[in-house]
């Protein structure tokens, strides 16, 4: 179809604001009698709190109040699980686990109140690796789980904070079935999101007691949520403002800040803003799940996949946070493929590190990357060509996912021959050192309640208010180039707003891939009904059927008789109707699951299925372990483009992010410490290690998503490491399977692979 | 009508932020990097601009940057006739006119750069005095007036800028009738609002050029368009925003500094913040128009009014502002009165001193002070009791009020009767030195294009979003208090926020009385669609009809079945239908009028007409002319009361205002300069000034305004003048027909009575 806006590559609306440096974030924002807050961490990862003396922190000048666990109401937070004290009651469970919080006139004047906060603490054993908190005679972190709220039906019991299974067909008939089994147990670690903005948070309370937080936060619905929790008032007594956001990557959905900040601010009578420092962002926030994954994959001769079998543990920390949804994605393990009979069952399991969070397509890198390594091993050993094999397997139309829903427009098969056809898969030639790896990945795209609300102005420009945080990905973009299409309207005739729960209409977070998607579908509808109203107002004047009208360039005209048109601007405020604003509201209902595919499972059935497949050529030093990305190509279905030249970033940005899953990234422990916080130490992939990456959008268009457009961002993550990985042992032979893949690693294997004799 | 919140004297929603000091008001605001502009005003009252060198200026070390007429690319302003350039340009009309503006780092070098400008003026002969200006001989002060656009029909000449007609019967007829003829002349000085805050603007410049502007106006849409005509740029590039306003009264509606904040914005790329000194705001901006009002009025021995014939002249000032609208309540010299024979002429002219414009009930005070006086003059010398006189000549339903329009539905005799029996009128004492006077006066209630929207928040709490600005006057109260009755919630569950055209749906200015009837109305609207709403989501899992279904309590039950209920906070969010928003948009088609009745008037029909009879108590020294007044009496009828509280501050409020215009407020000039110019100069009624002002509501309720409501805040300062006036002859004999009635005025009167040998 030929649209005016949708489909080019128009500028960002945000271009002019970031490029000039004056766009406004959290951290520059500053209101009259501000005072500064510091958070003081748990240096250990188990213990009692026996006491806590603040009262040399209070007697320092310049601090003007602290907080502790005395003054959180007994409020537990959290996303799913309510399990987290705003600030550690009774005892901490990690080491960076907030103790107390100070508010001074200066900010190291609040520091150093932190040294003076005197807390006794009695140590308790600690348990740092998932599988011995697994074990019965592991010490408990969480004493009392099972009086937790929570919103979905899971299995808890000593650590494990969640058990999901996904068992269907017979696992005795799949493994008689099968003509090879094939074993392998894979790691993946902690990594950071990798947002450039730490958290922060400035929050002002009135006298009546109503909050008002500006805060890095990608939802300022739920962070108002959490807040009215937090603080024990009712929602009309918060209001939460988000900025332009600095990243976010997954890991800005929960609080943070903001009821410390809050609380501070409602004891001293003055805002307080906060934020963290790097070396407490890896300390204290909600890195990627790290995960352990048996597998066990059972295939016929001619390749076709019969049985598989396999656990999935991801260290949960020491707090559920979005562990107890992250944890189905241990459905991803299935990966794209048809596999008859499966017995998979997932853990998240508390233990003492930070609580583990989302991180762009949660759960999934992890998964994928066993199985995607797995299905090139196969292919190997059958002597097919990895691309035969995952076609051969590739889910159809008609097919039950996973988690029993059954699916139907799927691009899989466009995915992988335009991943295979774009690199020249077929054609690759054999290079000592150089090696080809492919893998796929699904993602879906998110949903859930959203509304928004469009009004014309007098003159027939428009605003856009929508709740949608721009959190980097180019939301506002997207939707303004939405409602432009439906009114005919240029895109600089729309502004738009940032989210403020006091102003714009309820939208949910800017994550789970839904804000094209969903938060665009309402935008389409808001801007329908606003042409609809102006379609109708113009068929009194033109004495015509509203059927009979188009909207092109800022008129209404009769179709077929362009001489008969009404400026939109003599429309907006026609007597008798009143200002023109048009709003709206939805939240679609997700298709039925087989409920006997699935136990314990947040959420088993998606929206806006889509597909991506990458090819990874590289390049391996045999001599150093050296690995050289020398190119990815990463075809992905996103339905209708909305902007092309988002799409592109989006599919750039989230493979160079996958990239450093693969290669460089992870959060290194000793026990509970985290031992390269800081941002030289935990080494994301900069300009210099990030190849060419050539996305190849293919346009399958859905029906439930705007103009057909489906997600986009996480799922370029999702199959980088796998196909990397699988590159690496093209090139030399060498099969890692706990990431990231480190040259050391590399080198390890080659020289234990010459050891054994090869 | 049993209501829950509706009648109640509940608290002001802004009580504590106001009691506390913690209300945000424009000049609460700073931002970084934010400049102090000053403007340099015209020492002239009318002058060509013959050169100006801003260089100097410019060079000294601070200043960022200056604008003049050069930089206005040519525009004209004006509500109703864009007759005023953003900054003087080729001449200056009155002294105090903007010629210069500058931008600095520091308000103080701001100012020190206004004495580097260099104007060179040739001045030109000016007048001053209206009847002067009218003179075929006068210096014409607008060369091009019939080229400057306005947007309905009047005559226009000479320095006449609107000249207006309500000729009705035949007054050959009338007189013919008449067994009395009086005649007199009255006037009217210049006065101030009154508000307590300056006018303050703040604005910003984005890199995209959208103008972002924090400003001191009752109406933040009306703001936004003029300054998208003052800068050229769509209304999609301009964003106002207004908290709280100290003060309005009429004082606030047109454009004063936003512009040029917003071009030294744009010259100095750097938010520019401005306020307008006492000084500043008694040369430059529109205090109530002053008048003279020359009538006869023709009459029967038995009382019956036949004949009118009058003369209204306003002194417009330099520019038209609201003139050509105010003009048009020459009607209220007629006054609630059936006479059948009318002949008045209202003229705004044009003279050389600042423009004059609204004031709380703009028009109306200066003709019912004359036509009040008149009436009980008449009484007087027919010796009828001035409340039967009133009585016999009030309109009564079905009859045609001056601008042509059928009355219904009319509470004049209510007001008249509730006067006259709270005051004990009938039973006056006559004591020497003590006098009692009567006056009554008409008013109506605003409309015009009006929307709002209320969010429910998933708490069951709620988000009214109204761009109606709070200007001291409780109009957020009102509005919540509506919302709150129509949803069954309480007040604290009903949060607000403040107007900004980027956030908030379209809403008039907070004048012409029309937040209660307009916003208020569109309130109720949205909440009813709200309500709807949740009754239809209800119904659906109550299994029951909505009709059968009732709001109370934050719950929704079956009727008769309260048992049978559901939590609204559960309907919020459900399911397949989104979050639950309402809103609401109308513009009430005004009733027709006889068009035959008047020329040149811009509104000749009004909706919540409503009516007040005050009756004030006087002692006048006969040594000094002292005149104290003991109190006052004032009945008017409010339709239904929201907020009982509410309506008794405005009347107090407006009648202590009322109570400044009649004995101490006037701004004196000599020539084109202002003499009086500072509070301490310019004697607004304090609190010993104020007797106790006794309000006695009646609530005839009305069948457009929301529960009933009419307007209150603008009718009790109309009748408060005349009513004093009265009091004072009655007390003394001495009819002073020029306002203010001061001491010196009464003990000339007096003595030139003895004088006379009376």
């Known amino acids: 179809m030929a649209y005016q806006t949708v489909g080019k590559a128009l500028p960002r609306v945000d271009a002019l604001d970031k490029a000039t440096g004056s766009a406004i974030y959290t951290g520059d924002i500053h209101v009259p009698r501000m005072l500064h807050g510091k958070v003081l961490l748990s240096p250990l990862s188990h213990a009692h709190i026996a006491h806590i003396d603040v009262s040399r922190a209070l007697r320092l000048p310049g601090v003007r109040g602290v907080i502790t666990e005395h003054d959180t109401l007994g409020v537990r937070l959290g996303p799913l699980l309510r399990d987290q004290p705003v600030i550690a009651t009774g005892k901490v469970r990690f080491r960076g686990e907030y103790v107390a919080a100070v508010a001074a006139t200066d900010p190291d004047i609040a520091e150093e109140a932190l040294d003076l906060i005197q807390v006794e603490y009695e140590e308790m054993p600690a348990v740092f690796d998932p599988l011995e908190a697994m074990k019965p005679e592991a010490p408990i972190i969480h004493e009392d789980l099972l009086s937790y709220a929570i919103n979905f039906k899971t299995a808890r019991y000593g650590n494990v904070c969640t058990h999901v299974k996904i068992h269907h067909g017979d696992m005795a008939q799949g493994w008689a079935e099968a003509d090879l089994v094939f074993e392998e147990r894979f790691q993946t670690p902690a990594v950071h999101q990798g947002y450039i903005e730490p958290h922060t948070s400035l929050a002002s309370v009135d006298p009546s007691g109503k909050v008002t937080a500006w805060t890095t936060v990608k939802g300022a619905f739920r962070a108002r949520q959490e807040l009215s929790q937090a603080l024990k008032i009712p929602m009309s007594q918060v209001r939460v403002i988000t900025p332009y956001l600095g990243g976010d990557f997954g890991g800005k959905g929960s609080a943070a800040l903001e009821p410390l900040a809050s609380l501070l601010a409602r004891r001293t009578g003055r805002p307080v803003r906060m934020e963290l420092s790097w070396r407490q962002e890896f300390a204290c926030v ?92 196969m292919a190997n050993s059958l002597g097919m060509d990895p691309v035969d094999l995952r076609l051969k397997n590739a889910f159809v139309d008609g097919d039950i996912s996973p988690t029993g829903q059954k699916l139907h427009n799927l691009s899989i098969r466009q995915a992988l021959e335009r991943a295979a056809e774009v690199s020249r898969w077929r ?41 949608a945080v721009e959190h980097g990905s180019g939301t506002h973009t997207t939707l303004v180039q939405i409602a432009s299409e439906v009114l005919g309207l240029p895109m600089s005739s729309i502004s738009r707003n940032y989210s403020d729960t006091d102003a714009t209409p309820y939208e949910g977070p800017s994550g789970a891939s839904r804000q094209t998607f969903t938060a665009g579908l309402t935008v389409k509808m808001a801007a329908e009904n606003v042409r609809s109203q102006l379609l109708e107002r113009a068929a009194d004047q033109l004495e015509a059927k509203a059927d009979d009208l188009e909207l092109v360039n800022g008129q209404v005209r009769v179709k077929g008789s362009p001489e008969k048109a009404v400026a939109i601007s003599s429309l907006v405020m026609s007597k008798g109707k009143g200002p023109l604003i048009g709003s709206a509201s939805q939240d679609r209902l997700m298709p039925a699951t087989d409920p006997s595919y699935t136990e314990g499972i947040a959420g088993t059935s998606f929206l806006g299925h889509t597909y991506a497949s990458q090819v990874a050529q590289v390049e391996v030093d045999r001599e150093t372990g050296d690995i050289r990305v020398l190119r990815l190509v990463a075809a992905q279905d996103v339905g209708q483009v909305i902007n092309p030249l988002g799409v592109e970033g989006q599919i750039q940005g989230g493979a160079a992010s ?101």
């Open 286 to 377: 909600h890195p990627r799940h790290p995960s352990l994954i048996e597998m066990k994959v059972g295939i016929k001769r001619d390749g076709t996949l019969v049985a598989l079998e396999g656990r999935v543990v991801l260290d949960s920390g020491a707090y559920a946070d979005t562990g107890p949804r992250v944890v189905g994605k241990t459905a991803a393990l299935q990966g794209v493929y048809r596999i008859p009979h499966v017995r998979l069952d997932g853990y998240c399991v508390y233990t003492n590190k930070t609580s583990f969070g989302n991180c762009r397509a949660p759960g999934s890198p992890q998964v994928v990357f066993a199985m995607e390594s797995m299905m090139e091993t």
């Open 427 to 467: 054609e690759r030639p054999k290079k000592e050192g150089i090696g080809w790896g492919m893998a796929c990945g699904e993602w879906h795209s998110g949903t859930g309640p959203s509304s928004a609300a469009l009004k014309m102005n007098e003159d027939g420009t428009a605003v856009l208010i929508t709740g």
């Open 658 to 758: 996958g990239l450093g899953f693969a290669l460089t990234e992870r959060i290194t422990f000793d026990g509970g410490r985290v031992t390269n916080d800081s941002l030289m130490d935990y080494r994301m992939p900069t300009a210099v290690d990030v190849p060419n990456i050539e996305p190849s959008i293919i346009e399958e268009l859905d029906d439930d998503g705007p103009f057909g457009a489906k997600s986009v961002g996480e799922l370029p993550y999702v199959p980088v490491a796998a196909a990397i990985a699988n590159a690496i042992w093209d090139a030399v032979g060498v099969r890692v399977t706990d990431l990231p893949i480190t040259p050391e690693k590399v080198l390890r294997a080659l020289k234990s692979g010459e050891a054994a004799g090869q």
